[in-house]
């Protein structure tokens, strides 16, 4: 059961990204605000840095693929981009301090960076035609304040939960 | 073998660069239907989505509940006011739907591109990056679900849908500026008299306006500003009438050949919790072909009989 915890967590934050997408974008100041949940890629970047980096991958690869398959049917994205920034983030904590508010900060620094490449990608292949002003004022910011509360909320009981639970697991 | 092949790290990323543009192109092309195994996955997945959605649909459902209490004042003034008409409206659509049937009978009319059933079906989510406009719902395959039906709120056209599993489906919004997410309309510049309908297709979507653009109208034609555009019914799944906006703007394009009409959308595209699938009674050209096929194969087993 404990052993299942982890997985069961991550299934369940899987499903309230879907859940949460449906209410988004909501009118703010005259014009629509998109909040993008990246509460998944939140939770693989503190498993990295306070349970195991190696699970953390797993993790990125395996929730990366589905959410391709099952929420955008672009194959490949999201399944590069969450290893890939997990190990960016190890590569970039490796240099300095690792406390739960520098990590929190990363998070919100490397989201604003996914959001950036997931742009780039669909003005790309032709998916969107909005321009970049026009993504800053409608997406960016709103997703990196949305994020930001999902960081205030659970960050810190994130950081206890997984340094616990990396313990009882050495222990075992 | 060089030091530079010797680095592990270097060739996962290697490996992995080709792969992401592999899975890229493969789902990126065109193609009528997602492949098996996509299928499957999204099944299993959606299994889980549907069960967590349920709960949250109920959330959603109790705050509704709450605002159209807080409403139900001024709809029920708003409300009664309508009541009056009803009744007369009502023995109207009989009268007509009854004068339509005989009509139909009298000139052998068998099939009606505005004849439709509708699958209905509750959104499980939408797609948290947000950029595809997609949705999923819970209905599939089994039941009845193909690609490229249209999808309707009770008050208008939401999409189409994109790709079919078994138990559920993605809906592509209108809102997505997709180039291949096309619907062939009519622009009802009289709602009496349809010769004098435009036609045009629905192409795009301004995300600043948050209005639909109905694109190739002919210069010649007057379009007017408030008239109501429908589904043509013309080349493809959709039934004929289902209505898609309102007109609120009408502009020659940049060469000055063709005008394109700025098109409200009659539902809301954001937020909906329940929709139908709507598929058309009368057979499209896909059915045809095929019939036509079986006819053929039928016809050569009979000749390899008489051989």
């Not at chain 1, 490796?94 to 900060?105: A, D, E, P, R, T």
């Not at chain 2, 490229?148 to 500026?177: H, P």
Request: charged fraction near 20%; proline fraction near 3%.
């Amino acid at each position: 059961m404990k052993r299942l915890i982890l997985p069961i967590f991550g299934i369940l934050i899987f499903y309230s990204e879907g859940i949460f997408a449906m209410f988004s974008p909501i009118e703010v100041f005259g014009d629509n605000r998109f909040l993008v949940p990246r509460f998944l890629f939140l939770f693989i970047l503190f498993l990295s840095v306070y349970y195991q980096s190696r699970v953390a991958y797993i993790y990125g690869f395996v929730f990366g693929f589905s959410y391709d398959l099952f929420f955008t049917g672009v194959i490949g994205i999201y399944t590069v981009l969450f290893p890939l920034l997990v190990y960016i983030a190890l590569a970039i904590l490796k240099l300095i301090h690792h406390h739960v508010i520098v990590v929190g900060f990363l998070g919100i620094i490397l989201i604003a960076v996914l959001e950036w490449i997931v742009y780039q990608f669909n003005h790309l292949i032709g998916v969107t035609v909005v321009d970049f002003s026009t993504f800053l004022t409608q997406r960016l910011y709103a997703t990196l304040i949305f994020n930001s509360l999902f960081i205030l909320l659970l960050a810190y009981p994130f950081k206890m939960w997984m340094t616990n639970l990396r313990q009882t697991h050495l222990e075992d | 073998m060089p030091p530079f092949f010797m680095n592990k790290r270097l060739i996962v990323l290697l490996l992995g660069i080709i792969l992401l543009v592999a899975l890229i192109g493969f789902s990126l092309r065109e193609r009528e239907n997602i492949s098996w195994p996509e299928q499957f996955a999204k099944d299993m997945i959606g299994f889980g989505q549907n069960i967590v959605a349920k709960p949250a649909g109920y959330a959603q459902g109790l705050i509704g509940n709450v605002q159209d209490l807080t409403n139900a004042y001024t709809e029920n003034q708003k409300l009664k006011s309508r009541l009056d008409e009803l009744a007369q409206i009502e023995a109207d659509v009989n009268n007509l739907t009854r004068d339509n049937e005989e009509l139909r009978a009298i000139l052998d009319i068998e099939e009606d591109l505005r004849e439709f059933h509708v699958v209905n079906a509750t959104v499980i989510n939408g797609n948290p990056d947000q950029w595809q406009e997609l949705i999923t719902i819970n209905k599939g395959q089994v039941n009845g679900i193909e690609p490229n039906m249209a999808v309707q709120t009770a008050s208008g056209m939401i999409g189409r849908v994109k790709d079919v599993s078994q138990f559920t489906s993605t809906v592509e919004l209108l809102s997505s500026s997709n180039p291949n997410n096309r619907v062939s309309a009519l622009i009802q510049a009289d709602e009496t008299d349809e010769a004098d309908d435009v036609t045009g297709t629905v192409e795009g979507y301004d995300p600043e306006r948050k209005e639909l653009m109905v694109k190739k109208i002919d210069s010649g034609e007057q379009v007017e500003v408030g008239s109501k555009v429908i589904t043509s019914g013309m080349g493809g799944v959709f039934p004929k009438g289902i209505l898609i906006g309102v007109v609120t703007e009408v502009s020659p394009d940049e060469y000055g050949l063709t005008q394109t009409a700025y098109v409200e959308p009659a539902s809301s595209l954001y937020g909906m919790e329940h929709v139908m699938v709507v598929e058309r009674i009368a057979a499209g050209q896909k059915d045809i072909d095929k019939d036509a096929e079986t006819r053929e194969a039928e016809e050569d087993e009979g000749e390899e009989e008489d051989e």
